[in-house]
């Protein structure tokens, strides 16, 4: 690389080595944006390149416990949903998803709520907590739990249910009243 700019290089070398991993610290490292190159490098006998000093920035998604996360739903499966949040997906266990019997049909791909008749499936988008998180070194993929079993989580419909239920989303307008001043 020698041919081409000290901060072309660096870029091209971080985006290499950081570029789609997972660290413990940063999370999920999405992207590469810039970086400061120390022109003032080093070289080691033996070796054919030059090394120095770099500070970069990067896009990040760090999912934190509690955090609330918009998503899709990629996949079911037997036990559960995959959950598309961000650069990454989480698993929406069945016992997660609803108080209600849930059957998972994988074949059409579809859960279906036993009592309310309530169903998610492939493509549906919904809204859940973070539960779980783990982007140890154990876990090469990371691995994050997310939870629809609160008020105002779940699917985008059943939200707006809710809403409306709660008296916050009432279709009629309110009514007016007069007051005569005295």
Known sequence: MFGTTLKKAAVNILKEKYESMIN???GYIIMILDAKVDEMGKMI???GGTFHKVQFEALTFYPK???IVQGEIVDITDFGAFVRIGPTDALLHLSQVMDDYLKSDVKSGMILANQSGRTLKVGSTLR???TAVSLGKAA???KIGITCRQPFLGAD???AEEIKKAGGG???PAKEAEVEAS
């Open 24 to 26: 413990a610290d940063l």
């Open 45 to 47: 006998a033996g070796d």
């Open 65 to 67: 416990l509690q955090e």
């Open 128 to 130: 859940a907590r973070i």
């Open 140 to 142: 090469a993929m990371g």
């Open 157 to 159: 419909d059943w939200i």
């Open 170 to 172: 009432s279709d009629k």
